[in-house]
T-cell receptor, first 111, second 113 residues
């Protein structure tokens, strides 16, 4: 069966520091992968999606970037964090019939 | 372009009462429809989905949803809720291009004893 992992689970970082969040999927090959963010009390915002290795599409201009160095690995990065980058970050992969399956999330607090 | 409207941002209900969470969508093409649940500090979990066929879809945890094409709605129902159903519920529609899902803003269900 397929599983999706995210780490770290929680992260507290100072403003201006770099960021790297990792997402890996097991049990499937060449999945579409997605990064979402939930700001406090807000809905889901799609940040990036990827249809294959090295292929990244950005949904909104921002302080973040994404990379897909391996088939089942998706990384979210920033060179310098802003206070507004705080939130709950979710990774998802697409299964059959457009169904998306989500990871457990990473809670990022920027101080 | 597709869009999803969840008509209630918060729904308070007493334990063992029935509940309906409303979702309307707009689309010019056939779509797939989904309901997800999110418990505090967790990822989203798929409750149920409509692909085709019977308009009444049954999901996990006793939830069901009815697809109504003429009213472009996909309301979620449960005949008797439990305290443990307290969570955020998201309605979503496919067709956003590159297999993306379009999510509603979410409905916070609060079940009180």
């Amino acid at each position: 069966s397929q599983t999706i992992h995210q780490w770290p689970a929680t992260l507290v970082q100072p403003v201006g520091s770099p960021l790297s969040l990792e997402c890996t999927v097991e049990g499937t090959s060449n999945p579409n992968l997605y990064w979402y963010r939930q700001a406090a009390g807000r809905g889901l915002q799609l940040l990036f999606y990827s249809v294959g290795i090295g292929q990244i599409s950005s949904e909104v201009p921002q302080n973040l970037s994404a990379s897909r160095p391996q088939d089942r690995q998706f990384i979210l990065s920033s060179k310098k964090l802003l206070l507004s980058d705080s939130g709950f970050y979710l990774c998802a992969w697409r299964g059959l019939t457009d169904t998306q399956y989500f990871g457990p999330g990473t809670r990022l607090t920027v101080l | 372009a597709q869009s999803v409207t969840q008509l209630d941002s918060q729904v308070p209900v007493f334990e063992e009462a029935p509940v309906e969470l409303r979702c309307n969508y707009s689309s010019s093409v056939s779509v797939y429809l989904f309901w997800y649940v999110q418990y505090p500090n967790q990822g989203l979990q798929l409750l149920l989905k409509y692909l085709s066929g019977s308009t009444l879809v049954k999901g996990i945890n006793g939830f069901e949803a009815e697809f109504n094409k003429s009213q472009t709605s996909f309301h979620l129902r449960k005949p008797s809720v439990h305290i443990s159903d307290t969570a955020e519920y998201f309605c979503a529609v496919s067709g956003g291009g590159y297999n993306k899902l379009i999510f509603g803003a979410g409905t916070r269900l609060a079940v009180h004893p």
